[in-house]
């Protein structure tokens, strides 16, 4: 039973640019949620999406945005990449938004912006 | 999300039990207490949750204080592949994980 796939691994961007990354979700999972991991700190929330809307959102701006498709897999997209931006990015699925169940994550993306 | 306290880092002997302490003393009676760990390079990995009752599964076991204002992650036989950062987390709904800094559990041979 395959867990939570994301890719690319890894991704080196330049200033300015945007970003997408994409995330499959556990089989029988219908929530993502994505986390922004910078090196040392624990993992921040960025959203959830549930149904296909967001449903949650963190501390984020709106350079930061979203997608499901119907089939539960999901994007990150990030315009306008500062160097701040540079971590790594966790996908975690869930069933039901996560109220009775633990989330599985994968193994992120890792974003260098140069 | 409720903040937790929990130590920075821990240290203990392979094949012994581990308690891992998190202070959550400002809890409300609808946070559940998850908690996760974090290998080197991976993500998370969700461990165990629960709301008041003492809880077991086959990775470790979660004990609750009567009053809930503090909880303790038990590893029954810590084994090297438990050396993890161990986050406690407080969730009340379906709002996102706040993760603090957590626990850095360091595992001796």
């Known amino acids: 039973d395959a867990g939570v796939t994301q890719s690319p691994t890894h991704l080196i961007k330049t200033r300015g640019q945007q970003v997408t990354l994409r995330c499959s979700p556990k089989s029988g999972h219908d929530t993502v949620s994505w986390y922004q991991q910078a090196l040392g700190q624990g993992p921040q929330f960025i959203f959830q999406?549930?149904?296909?809307?967001e449903r949650q959102r963190g501390n984020f701006p709106d350079r930061f945005s979203g997608h499901q498709f119907p089939n539960y897999s999901s994007e990150l997209n990030v315009n306008a990449l500062l160097l701040g931006d540079s971590a790594l990015y966790l996908c975690?699925?869930?069933w039901g938004q996560g109220y009775y169940y633990g989330y599985t994550f994968g193994s992120g993306t890792r974003l260098t912006v140069v | 999300d409720a903040k937790t306290t929990q130590p920075n880092s821990m240290e203990s002997n392979e094949e012994e039990p581990v308690h891992l302490p998190c202070n959550h003393s400002?809890?409300?009676?609808?946070?559940?207490i998850h908690w996760y760990r974090q290998l080197p390079s991976q993500g998370p990995e969700y461990v165990i949750h629960g709301l008041t009752s003492n809880v077991n599964n086959r990775m470790a076991s979660l004990a609750i204080a009567e009053d809930r204002k503090s909880s303790t992650l038990i590893l029954h036989r810590a084994t090297l592949r438990d050396a993890a950062v161990y986050y406690c987390i407080l969730r009340g709904g379906a709002d996102g994980l706040t993760f603090g800094k957590g626990t850095h559990l360091i595992i001796q041979p």
């Open positions: 975690a699925s869930s």
């Open positions: 999406y549930y149904e296909e809307e």
């Open positions: 400002t809890i409300s009676g609808t946070d559940y």
